[in-house]
């Protein structure tokens, strides 16, 4: 049985403990999260201990294993001291913001010799998955180029996340598609160029980018287009948009998730609610959940947990590169290697 | 733990065996087939004694739980047996393909005091989920209309299954939809009228209909109209069409699954892979694995299992009376109550 | 030159008045309406000279043809008495909403002379003439059963017709699909069963069917499935849920003009603008406006229009059937032959 | 009457002559092609005199426009003779491949006092119409940004046209978009960067491109992103993939034309037949035939053409900077105020 303690208490943290009520080797035990009423809220639905320091949740709960689910840049300080207390982390992507960040986080974690997987989440989202397996597979030959845009509609930014003035949509979307332009293809990305704008949402007192675009580079030439927006209007019916296109040499796969086969129209207008995540007899369902839910199986099995560290760091530095790229005009080389 | 016997080893059967593997609470422990090398083959596969004749799988295998997966004509049989050895059941939809069938199983199962559950896993299905949750609680007002398309290739009668001339597109298919129309709207239906075709399949030896459109009416006299077919083209990219249109007099929701967001290209032609379904981290996903393990859990924890006999029954009623204005082109009431 | 008048100001009127602006060939002179402000709005807007007695205009115009496009049930005076006038008659769809106006406009038009186009428009849609077109030149082998849902949202019968109370869902939206089955197929229907419901609309003063279904029988034992609301909800994205479903023995094809590839999301909602229609350099395009101009060209040139007298009858025997088999819940059978 | 001549008997050149067809103010005379069975064959099915040289059909017929339909990079003797002929012209896009070639064409238009037209047949497309008339409306709020992808299967460059490795999916394909990009957001590009790769049409013996993402900057600071391939899988349903999405500050608009609301399964596979273009009553219809149409009635009213030689030379100098961009791997700065 994994003791399991979670650090934050928002929207996905809550969403953990949900996912893990009941699931076999889960044991989850507390929640922290610095605002009080947040960790109160979260541990009084699941029966779990409420914390608002992580580091008294740390020392007084014997804990197996941690999920990190604070704010993008958040995540430095919870996951370095759930690793030296010796539990194995899940943290929520971007591993971190900064490549320091990244590297505190892996030197604790092989400081404490515990295991840390990242939370890219689409590597459990059914769609992607066919993606990957397809070109692992051989059945699309050799991956030629990607079109991935990923965006929210402005009521991510302005309502959903109260932090969004230190997060962007690179940070925020566009670490998914990084890892998952390098999944599926199974490439590194050397390069990057970035061109994009601000002015819309700083005028609403949220001083970051309305709109990145990237240009991805691979080990072998080839290149993936990834575009991110946090400015859609809120009448979109869907608070995401994900369309995901593969062109392989052999067969082309495209994969349009804003539209997931479900239409309402009613007295709030239409919506697109969606056909992957929500409830199955009172369990949850859908790709964060399945990511936590291996999280556990396998550490409850003594088997290697994943995507990790390095992934994780690999997609810190490219979201790097994709800011200087914005903000120099310039091309940035994303030199993997160095690292480590 | 439920140790739990599977009647019928071919795509059904070997995937509920996959269902539970692994799932806590099951204990797979045999097949049974007519055909010794289809039942070795899932034995094979998922480690499970096998048999040809279910009467010795029930003799000599402890078991508590039973599934039916043979053909749609051949539930009665294998229910009545395994019920009568005291086994709970989860029989295949339909129910039964006659009124006497499905009173012959429901005798059965009363006369052993064990639970049957009816196979309608479209009542698992995300997508249907939804028309019947927003319904439920009252999102749609009152349901107006529904429009109900569920329909195959040729592939299904013709090479999938081998007995298609003794079933039609309105017990394979329509059971599916009959039990959804009333379970989304929260209606019985009182009467029915069918109209369709034949003569296409009959030219390739498969003797049953080509088409059948039926218009149900409920008893507060609001319809739906249902139609399946067995002859779209085999180049269509996917297997299944299921289109869902629920009116409600305050909301109406659509439901496309016939193209579930995923679309490939490739040197064996264009197909719409689906969503749901598949395999995470060597889990089986999707509604008739939900389904199986709702069966188990609930057998785990003691609950009742469901839908049961009395929907199975209305269905079969309903499918029939189908039949029967298809045959004779009348109107033909359908009097639910009739039955005990 | 054909010197043109046109019975009947509202959306059709002025859209047909629209649609033959410039069109080499047609020389429209004359608008009349009861309402005298709906007249010479018309009038005002086109150029024309605007009446409020169809009588006078005919008699002081010399016309050589008339556009009827008053209310459904409105067309008999105006047709009869513009026939007479021995002017060619463009007549909306349905051509009548009884068969006696429909034998009266009849026996005027032949009596006169003169030639008589219904305006089904659809056989102007350009996918709608792709399943004639596939379907008559073999491509689909034979027709086996057609899915048809034209639909309306509330705003139609509510807001967009002052006069939807004296029409129906049948005969405002299935005349069009009942000749389009006809055209598609190829074939002569023979019987109808209709069922449906009312007291949605009739709750707002509406008092007419809220949802009808009919399932066509043709003379070679195939069918059709016809299904037109008007309670749609007004969140719908688009006034108009138009899908076509053609399953032919060879191929089958689907139709969906609900969303036409265009959509919109602003301060207004979600909208889908629709593809077909709209300016082209100042001149209108679309289905009803390429049909207006192909009546006024076929005249210039001395050639036959179409679809005329006969399709019309044919439509109007159809829906007359259907609400009658809506009225009596019985099987209504269709015998063209008799007419003539 | 204008009396006009062709260049170029190929595909679009015969499009072009059925365009015009009986249109009113178009006497098409004469077709020229350097092969003479295509010279011959278009001349046969429209009834011209056929020419192999173009000079020649220009000395001996009279004509008041000429339209140039030669391969991309053959535009400029054909232009330059016909304008110093003192005809009006319609250039296929792009005007040019070359500065040179553009600045040529333009010194013998302004030479001889004519007019040019340059072929951006989607300024015609009603999608597309849309987009550019709600953003120059207004209903958009200022463009943040554009997502457009145009892109073919393999089909294009290997069998439809003969000069692929002279062009580039960006000559071909992005000369559409770059034109749309700028019309719809009515701003002018400032910088390029464009990345991708080549080697698989290569391998086929046609040395092009495969791959090119272009990031468009604008002289407001807002960005494009534009990707056209030449690597689609041929058993994709449409030979054209094209997805255009505008997202403005207040709306945001979705054009998707792949899948033009009419599918088409059977013997041959799964096709996608497109909804727009066709002909309607013998008379060809869509965006290159209304572009044409356009230029003959302008020209029969003495107005002005376009877009002109401004657009046509302000596309190449984009097209020329991202070639320029995929070579060096730098930004291309755009200057257009460096013409003229």
Redesign the interface.
């Known amino acids: 049985m994994q003791r399991i303690g979670i650090i934050g208490g928002g929207i996905r943290g809550s969403m953990y403990a949900h996912s893990l009520r009941g699931f ?1 080797g889960a044991d989850v035990r507390a929640v922290c999260d610095l605002a009080e009423p947040v960790a109160l809220k979260v541990a009084d639905d699941f029966g779990l201990s409420a914390y608002t320091d992580h580091r008294r949740m740390l020392a007084e709960q014997e804990l197996d294993a941690v999920i990190v689910a604070t704010p993008d840049f958040a995540h430095r300080q919870a996951a370095v001291d759930a690793a030296s207390a010796g539990c194995h982390l899940l943290v929520e992507k971007p591993l971190a913001t900064t490549r320091e960040d990244a590297e505190a986080i892996a030197a604790a974690v092989r400081a404490a010799g515990v295991q840390c997987m990242v939370g890219f989440e689409n590597r ?1 989202n ?2 992607v ?2 993606l990957r397996e ?1 070109s692992a597979g051989g ?2 030959g050799r991956v ?2 990607q ?1 991935i ?1 990923l965006s929210n509609t402005y009521f991510v930014p302005t309502t959903m996340i109260g932090w969004a003035a230190k997060s962007s949509p690179a940070w925020f979307l566009m670490s998914h598609t990084v890892d998952a332009a390098a999944w599926v293809s199974g490439r590194t990305v050397t390069a990057v ?1 970035a ?3 601000r002015g ?1 949402l700083a005028a609403r007192s949220i001083d970051t980018w ?2 990145v ?1 990237a ?1 991805l ?1 691979f080990d072998d ?3 993936a ?1 990834l ?1 991110s ?1 946090w ?3 809120d ?3 869907s608070v995401v948009d994900f369309q995901y ?1 593969v ?1 392989g ?9 804003q ?12 919506r697109w ?1 969606g ?4 409830e ?2 009172g369990r949850l ?1 859908g790709p964060p959940t ?1 990511m936590v839910q ?1 999280f556990v ?1 396998r550490l409850e099995r003594g088997e290697q947990v994943g995507p990790g560290l390095d992934e994780g760091a690999a997609v810190t530095d490219v979201v790097v590169a994709i800011h200087e790229s914005l903000e120099s ?3 940035v080389p994303v030199d993997s290697g160095s690292r480590g």
């Not at 056909?275 to 929500?278: K, P």
Request: glycine share 10%.
């Open positions: 076999p459990w059914p769609a998955r066919q397809r059945a699309l030629l180029t079109n845009l160029d061109r994009g704008s819309v309305d709109v675009h240009l580079t030439g080839t290149t287009n575009t927006t400015v859609l209007p009448s979109m019916p296109q062109i040499e052999d067969s082309a796969m495209y994969v349009d998730l539209d997931q086969s479900v239409r309402q129209a009613g007295p709030d207008g239409f609610p056909l992957l995540g929500g199955i007899d369902q399945w291996d199986t005009g310039n091309t």
